[in-house]
Each structure stands twice: as structure tokens, then as C-alpha cells.
């Protein structure tokens, strides 16, 4: 069940004003009049968002714009790896309604840090538990959204490969609107290998992942769409749809779940008010054959999506904008990347403070 999710929200400890500014930005108080005003000294640090093995989430106001933006802080080091720049690079080019918009990276002396677009209504999965699962309106104007932001990244050559709940954040509008967030394992159909590994959440992995052998490919694309289909599942019945109560203190509880998933085994309670349209959509989404599964376009061509569909949002994808030439080039990043994956040798925190104090007492 979902509130078996792990997750976790400790606290994190760095603010994001205290961290020093970019590599490439003057330290305050050494010489030469560089800006101080560059990299983390432009945000001041709110409140903690969240927490994880990645590092952690904080909310911040961008001092140039006014605008409260999101940080991921990511450890320096070995935790940079080729998925978080795909993340970052991936992420960078994408600018639509239903993706968390990407700002830029900077590094401090430990962290290799993302700014982007902060959604302030929180996830998806704290949503459906909050409401203890969706009517089936609600969860086709969130199903809507997801299909119509993932078809945009497919469209722009990538493939999410972790589409979940926790990886939907939304606005504050009344009738909120879903952005996609997450790009950590994310693959472009050019700039990087074809999808080979087992990645993902468990749960929402589609059989072809789960059954790909060391040396094969898979379609990443196709793949997303079963994800979404477990989506759609979890809003509706606020379960995983191959995930069984009576298995949860089995010790082998995740292999009894991926050989369901393998034989897609997997059924709607009876409980739950689900519309024919909704069923059919579901069982043409989870098949195990790809050539049958449905593609972006047939989903969007089904009579259950089509219904109540906000005008404009079937065109919403005819022309894909990308982010405008303000942006850090794909060089710069990837030299910020590859900075990332070394620590800086700094002494402790503290010690970088009084550092920062010491040079500001040097210049009065
Ligand atoms: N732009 C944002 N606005 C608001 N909250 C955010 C934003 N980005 C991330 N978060 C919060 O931080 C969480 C983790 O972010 P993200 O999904 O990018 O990291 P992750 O690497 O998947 O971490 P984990 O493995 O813990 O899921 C999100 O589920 C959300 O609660
Ligand atoms: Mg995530």
C-alpha cells in the first residue's frame, strides 16, 4: 500500500545561502571586484523541501528575480555519475507546461547543485494519499497532463524511464497541474546510449524491463507508457496494481511482484468505481506485447482521454519549444558535472564560514 512508500524527510543541514559561490565566481573579499552577488550568494535559502540518497531538496527565493525556486543539492563525488548528468542534461532543454522547468547548476565545495522551477503543492503520491485514492475525473484531467508532458519529452527525443507518482509535482491552482520532475534516469534517443539497464522503481517497471538481458536493448518510450499505466492504477485505486496485501511480510515479496508483473496479473477491486472506458484504457496500456501496448498517439486517441480534455491541449504538442540561448551552454554543464565528481578538499562547513567572515572582515 502507499503508505508503505518509503520516503525520507529528514532535515537537511546546508542552507542555501551559505554555501559558497560558483567555481567560477570571485570569493568574497579576494581581489579584484568580482561579483559577489553569483552562483548560491543569488539564493536565499527558505525551508527544507525533502530529503533522500541523492542528498536533499530546498526551497530558496532567487534574489534577481524575486521568484522561489527548488535546489537539489547532490554530494560531490562518487554520486555523480552518468545518471546525474543525463538528469541535468536531458533535463536542460525542456521547456512545456507539465515539466518542472530547469534553471541552472553551480557547484559548492560539497554539493553539485540543480536550480529549477519550485511546484509548491507537493507530489503526486502525497496527493492521492492525502484523498485516499482519486474519482476517476480527477484522475483523468492528472492522467491527461502526464501523457501530454511525457509525449512532449518523447517527442524531444527522451525517455523519463521513472515515471511515478513521486515524480509528478504539482501547482497551486485549484485544479492543480502535474509537472514531471525527475529526469535521473532518463535517456536521449541520440545523445546517449539506447536503454540496457534495469533501472526504475519496481513497482512501475514494464516486463520487457524486467525481462532484458545483460548485452540487450529495450524501448524506453514504450516502456514509460506501461509506467503510466501504474500511474493510473495507483490514482484509482491508491494501490500498486501488482503489489499484493497478503505478500507484504514475505521475504520474497519483490520477486512474488515481478513475476505478477511478468505475467501481468493484476486486478481492480471490486470495491472500486471504475467507468468501462477507464478499464479498456488500462488493459490496452499493461500488455505485455509490445506491438499491442498502446503508443503515445492511441492513448491519446482513446474515447476515456479525449473525455473532458481542456481545450488546446491536443495541439499543446504540435510545436515543441525548447529553452531559449539564456541557458548555461551543454559545455558548461558538463564541465560543472565533471568538476562535481571530485570533492573539493574544504575543511568542515564551519570552517568555510568563518573563512567567508574572515574575507569580509579582511575588506572593511
Ligand atoms: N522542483 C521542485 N519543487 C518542489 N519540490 C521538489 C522539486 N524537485 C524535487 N522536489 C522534492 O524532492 C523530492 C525528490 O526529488 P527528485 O525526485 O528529483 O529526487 P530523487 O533523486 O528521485 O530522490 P528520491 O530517490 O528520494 O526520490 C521530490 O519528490 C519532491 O518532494
Ligand atoms: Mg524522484
Not at 58 to 82: C, E, M, P, Y
Not at 99 to 125: H, N, S, W
Not at 184 to 208: C, D, I, M, Q, W
Not at 260 to 269: G, Q
Request: contains cysteine; proline residues 4%; aromatic residues 8%.
Amino acid at each position: 500500500m502507499l503508505g508503505k512508500e518509503a520516503k525520507q524527510r529528514a532535515a537537511a543541514k546546508e542552507t542555501a545561502s551559505r554555501a559558497p559561490a560558483r567555481p567560477d565566481a570571485k570569493k568574497p573579499g579576494t581581489s579584484g571586484a568580482g561579483p559577489k552577488l553569483a552562483g548560491a550568494a543569488r539564493y536565499d535559502k527558505i525551508r527544507d523541501l525533502n530529503s533522500g540518497s541523492f542528498g536533499f531538496v530546498q526551497l530558496a527565493r532567487d534574489k534577481v528575480t524575486g521568484k522561489k525556486v527548488a535546489i537539489k543539492f547532490i554530494d560531490r563525488g562518487s554520486k555523480v555519475n552518468k545518471h546525474v548528468r543525463n538528469e541535468i542534461i536531458n533535463h536542460r532543454n525542456l521547456l512545456h507546461h507539465h515539466v518542472i522547468q530547469f534553471r541552472e547548476v553551480y557547484l559548492t565545495p560539497k554539493y553539485l547543485c540543480i536550480v529549477m522551477e519550485f511546484a509548491p503543492g507537493g507530489d503526486m503520491l502525497d496527493y492521492v494519499k492525502r484523498k485516499g485514492g482519486l474519482t476517476e475525473d480527477e484522475a483523468r484531467w492528472f492522467f491527461q497532463q502526464l501523457i501530454i508532458g511525457l509525449d512532449y519529452c518523447h517527442k524531444m527525443g527522451v525517455a523519463n524511464r521513472d515515471i511515478k507518482l513521486e515524480n509528478t509535482l504539482l501547482d497551486d491552482s485549484p485544479w492543480p497541474l502535474l509537472k514531471i520532475c525527475d529526469f535521473g534516469y532518463s535517456k536521449h534517443e541520440e545523445l546517449n546510449s539506447a536503454p540496457g539497464s534495469r533501472v526504475g522503481t519496481p513497482a512501475y517497471l514494464a516486463p520487457e524491463v524486467i525481462m532484458n538481458t545483460r548485452g540487450s536493448t529495450y524501448d524506453g518510450k514504450t516502456a514509460d507508457i506501461w509506467s503510466c499505466g501504474v500511474f493510473l492504477y495507483v490514482m484509482m485505486v491508491g494501490s500498486y496494481p501488482f503489489e499484493k496485501s497478503e505478500d507484504r511480510k514475505k521475504p520474497d515479496k519483490l520477486r512474488r511482484m515481478i513475476q505478477r508483473i511478468v505475467n501481468v496479473d493484476y486486478s481492480i477491486p471490486s470495491w472500486v468505481r471504475m467507468s468501462e472506458d477507464c478499464r479498456d484504457i488500462l488493459s490496452k496500456i499493461l500488455v505485455k506485447d509490445l506491438k499491442k501496448r498502446l503508443t503515445m498517439d492511441q492513448l491519446q486517441q482513446h474515447r476515456w482521454f479525449r473525455k473532458n480534455l481542456p481545450e488546446g491541449a491536443q495541439d499543446m504538442n504540435k510545436r515543441l519549444q525548447q529553452q531559449g540561448s539564456g541557458l548555461q551552454s551543454v559545455e558548461s554543464i558538463t564541465k560543472i558535472v565533471d568538476m562535481a565528481k571530485v570533492k573539493e578538499k574544504v575543511k568542515d562547513d564551519d570552517a568555510l564560514i568563518d573563512d567567508e567572515l574572515a574575507n569580509l572582515e579582511d575588506e572593511d
